[in-house]
């Protein structure tokens, strides 16, 4: 199925236009200048990644603007979920030749834009979810350590640590610090 997009960008006075229309011009969409600054790109999405790509890298240039616009049709579309469509699209295109995305999840909101949607197979996806990994955690044994046996007299085994250092630790003790 083939979707015909088009974005309509500017007028603007980003310092960033001037290559956002050199993009729009020399990529895969037919660019044309609607009125004095402001200008139209369709884009046919069908099969054919260039086309994914050249809509990808124009709405990453323009979406920001105030001025941009995105439709199928009269319908307007969300620039942002467009963009991820976009960049899926060309990915999956590029990899597989056709959408292998998995719907275990869900469908995200940028496959309702994608012409390479199936919904019958994200229903079936949807109902036959893989079985869900389980982990398992085991620990290893302790290493029994044998008792002390040959304990300094004077180290007092029951002694623990304070919740405050003492005063007497706050005595210098003779060591000059660096500096």
Not at 5 to 14: D, Q, T
Not at 41 to 56: E, K, Q
Not at 147 to 163: I, T
């Amino acid at each position: 199925m083939e979707r015909l997009v088009r974005v309509e960008f500017g007028p603007s006075r980003s310092r960033r236009f001037g290559r956002a229309l050199a993009e729009a011009r020399s990529g895969a969409g037919e660019c044309s200048e609607v009125e004095p600054g402001r200008h139209r790109v369709s884009f046919r999405l069908g099969t054919i990644a260039v086309a994914y790509t050249g809509l990808a890298r124009l709405l990453e240039r323009v979406r920001h603007w105030r001025a941009t616009e995105v439709y199928e049709g009269n319908e307007p579309l969300s620039a942002f979920h467009v963009r991820e469509m976009a960049w899926c699209a060309s990915s999956q295109l590029k990899s597989f030749g056709s959408c292998r995305f998995r719907f275990y999840s869900g469908v995200l909101p940028r496959c309702s834009v994608c012409p390479l949607f199936d919904a019958e197979r994200a229903i079936r996806e949807g109902e036959n979810r893989p079985p869900t990994p389980v982990l398992e955690i085991t620990f290893r044994p302790h290493r029994r350590i044998p008792p002390v046996q040959d304990a300094s007299p004077e180290l007092d085994l029951g002694w623990q640590v304070p919740d405050f250092p003492p005063q007497e630790w706050e005595q210098p003790t003779g060591e000059q610090p660096p500096g």
